[in-house]
């Protein structure tokens, strides 16, 4: 507890600085006590009171619960990052032991960085109320610089009479998981704000929209995520995404064709590696599908076929919508004869159903990723798993294994 002084009477008088307040130790990620926290009972302001900032303490740098909470994040797989304290104890108490929250301030940059360390999936809940809508957009900026293929950061709106601690009283668990399996993307949410109430049947509304979208994909790291991300831009305000990464000024661009690969030192495709880049090449809109995670995977496992399948994804990801086989014939035959076997031999195929070629896909992108996970894990038995490190990476890569052998389709980036 922290006294104070303050003038009264023509005398000083010292007080309880956290007086009819209930009290919050404040733990740093070793567990030690570098503040606390103070919530009022009897509806006075401010509502919650934390310690002076001091070098041990940055109320910006700090998460409520997030020591305590360590084991049930990994258990979980996933991070809810809540407004307040009360929340955070309440949620625990309702069987939600996975629960953190800010201190009072909103979420930074530094924060994310803290939860991205502890798990691939980060969901943030707010009140429905325009309160909360203000404090997403805050957290939804600071994310920005933390987006990437292989993390997840979703966007958890409760309706407005509810807080978590009363809808999970008033609704149930069942409910409140519900919620979070149906919290909105990143990017979705992120559109959202680009949108906002602009008209987007008008050149005006697209070029407000534009203007909307500059800074926030700027923050974006160049990745998979965000060429995702301009790929809906540009198609919501009529442009294409490669305009859109000049328009932006956007740092390494990954939206336009590049040039092939040199040619030499090229062995030819075989086995799964060809048979991704066959499905590529006849249905070219397949390109949407792959993320960076697939990518890494592909070049795990063939890593002298690594730099010509991202000339041939980014070739086909720079078409957009517009991709087909005839067109990206054209791009491909002017980098080389690499593909020309291969072209041959679809274009004396009947077309098969886009749906059939996608789960097919889909298989072939799972298979690549288990048998990056099982070069991954044979490299790690190898060093005998010597430090904890080592073990929890070992499970961890069993983990998504054992998921990866359970999906039976869908799009390829899932997961």
Not at 272 to 277: D, N, S, T, V, Y
Not at 283 to 299: F, G, K, M, V, W
Request: proline residues 5%; charged residues 25%; contains cysteine.
């Amino acid at each position: 507890v922290i006294d104070k002084s303050e003038e009264g009477g023509g005398h000083r008088k010292r007080y309880d600085r956290f007086r009819g307040r209930i009290m919050f130790p404040i733990r740093n990620t070793k567990g030690q006590v570098i503040g606390f926290g103070g919530r009022v009972m009897d509806g006075g302001e401010p509502k919650y009171l934390n310690s002076p900032e001091t070098p041990l303490f940055q109320k910006g740098s700090e998460l409520y619960g997030l020591f305590e909470a360590r084991q049930a994040i990994r258990e979980a797989g996933y991070v809810l990052v809540t407004e307040g304290y009360m929340d955070v104890v309440a949620l625990a108490q309702l069987g939600f032991p996975q629960a953190v929250a800010t201190l009072g301030t909103a979420c930074t940059p530094i924060h994310v960085q803290k939860l991205v360390r502890q798990t691939d999936e980060v969901i943030f809940s707010f009140d429905g109320d325009n309160a909360g809508r203000r404090a997403a957009r805050r957290a939804l900026e600071a994310c920005l610089p933390h987006a990437s293929d292989n993390k997840t950061i979703k966007f958890l709106f409760l309706p407005k009479e509810h807080d978590p601690d009363s809808y999970v009283r008033e609704m149930g668990a069942p409910a409140f998981e519900e919620q979070i399996r149906e919290a909105m993307p990143l990017s979705q949410f992120l559109l959202k704000e680009i949108i906002g109430e602009n008209d987007l049947r008008t050149p005006e509304g697209r070029a407000h929209a534009q203007f909307a979208a500059k800074p926030l994909l700027q923050a974006l790291p160049a990745s998979g995520l965000r060429l995702q991300i301009v790929r809906s831009v540009a198609q919501a305000t009529q442009t294409t995404p490669a305009e859109l990464e000049v328009l932006f000024e956007l740092e390494k661009p990954v939206a336009r064709v590049r040039s092939a690969p040199p040619r030499t030192k090229r062995t030819a495709p075989v086995g799964l590696e060809r048979q991704i880049m066959r499905l590529l090449v006849a249905h070219p809109q397949l390109s949407a599908d792959l993320d960076a995670a697939a990518l890494e995977a592909i070049a795990r496992i063939a890593p002298d076929q690594a730099e010509l399948l991202a000339h041939l994804v980014g070739v086909a990801q720079g078409m957009g919508e517009q991709a087909n086989f005839a067109a990206l014939v054209e791009h491909l035959r002017e980098g080389g004869p690499e593909f020309d076997s291969m072209i041959a031999e679809i274009a004396a195929e009947s077309e098969s159903e886009f749906d059939v070629v996608r789960a097919e896909m889909a298989g072939a992108i799972r298979q690549a990723r288990i048998r990056a996970l099982d070069d991954e894990m044979q490299t790690l038995v190898a060093s005998n798993l010597r430090t904890e490190e080592e073990r929890n990476r070992y499970r961890e890569l069993m983990q998504r294994k054992e998921w990866l052998k359970r999906q039976t389709g869908g799009a390829v980036a899932a997961g």
